[in-house]
T-cell receptor, first 113, second 115 residues
Framework: KQEVTQIPAALSVPEGENLVLNCSFTDSAIYNLQWFRQDPGKGLTSLLLIQSSQREQTSGRLNASLDKSSGRSTLYIAASQPGDSATYLCAVIGRLGFQKLVFGTGTRLLVSP | NAGVTQTPKFQVLKTGQSMTLQCAQDMNHEYMSWYRQDPGMGLRLIHYSVGAGITDQGEVPNGYNVSRSTTEDFPLRLLSAAPSQTSVYFC??????????????FGSGTQLSVL
């Protein structure tokens, strides 16, 4: 059974720092991996999607990498801002599609001014 | 562009009551699903649908019913609410079932408390 772990559970940094969020998964037979952002009281917003054949994806100040063989993904946030404060979740999907999407429990990020 | 709309945002029920959580999307998405989010457990799939008239169970389906009579709507019914169903519920949709690398779109959630 696929298990997804995110460490740390919470992270607090001052504004301007570069930071890395970690996601690990136990079964490397994934189809893609997605990173989501969740703001308090809100739903999830998809940030980046990495296909299993890709090594990384970039969007603005965000860069996500994927190493299937080691079962790891990282989300790199450059020059963090207070508006980046949110919970970040990763999710992996197998070949059977969204019905087999497995979420991690998330990293709660606080960026202080 | 409304996206995925969930109602209500908050609900308090007494044990044994029934209710329906509403979900509607205006993106002509074939795939729709319901998740529950509990502290320390991540999101877990309750039920999903790959098109009108087609539904199936996810990881935690007990105590919940769904139907999909139209492409746009996917209501979740709690038959007899229990305190264990206290959670935040999310509806999500996508153009297809995830096999072509499309993204999943989420509603803003319904916070349900069962006393």
């Amino acid at each position: 059974k696929q298990e997804v772990t995110q460490i740390p559970a919470a992270l607090s940094v001052p504004e301007g720092e570069n930071l890395v969020l970690n996601c690990s998964f136990t079964d490397s037979a994934i189809y893609n991996l997605q990173w989501f952002r969740q703001d308090p009281g809100k739903g999830l917003t998809s940030l980046l999607l990495i296909q299993s054949s890709q090594r990384e994806q970039t969007s603005g100040r965000l860069n996500a990498s994927l190493d299937k063989s080691s079962g790891r993904s990282t989300l790199y946030i450059a020059a963090s801002q207070p508006g980046d404060s949110a919970t970040y979740l990763c999710a992996v999907i197998g070949r059977l599609g969204f019905q087999k999407l497995v979420f991690g429990t998330g990293t709660r990020l606080l960026v202080s001014p | 562009n409304a996206g995925v709309t969930q109602t209500p945002k908050f609900q308090v029920l007494k044990t044994g009551q029934s209710m329906t959580l509403q979900c509607a999307q205006d993106m002509n998405h074939e795939y729709m699903s319901w998740y529950r989010q509990d502290p320390g457990m991540g999101l877990r799939l309750i039920h999903y649908s790959v098109g009108a008239g087609i539904t199936d169970q996810g990881e935690v389906p007990n105590g919940y019913n769904v139907s999909r009579s139209t492409t746009e709507d996917f209501p979740l019914r709690l038959l007899s609410a229990a305190p264990s169903q206290t959670s935040v519920y999310f509806c999500a949709s996508s153009y297809s079932t995830g096999s072509t690398n499309e993204k999943l779109f989420f509603g803003s959630g319904t916070q349900l408390s069962v006393l």
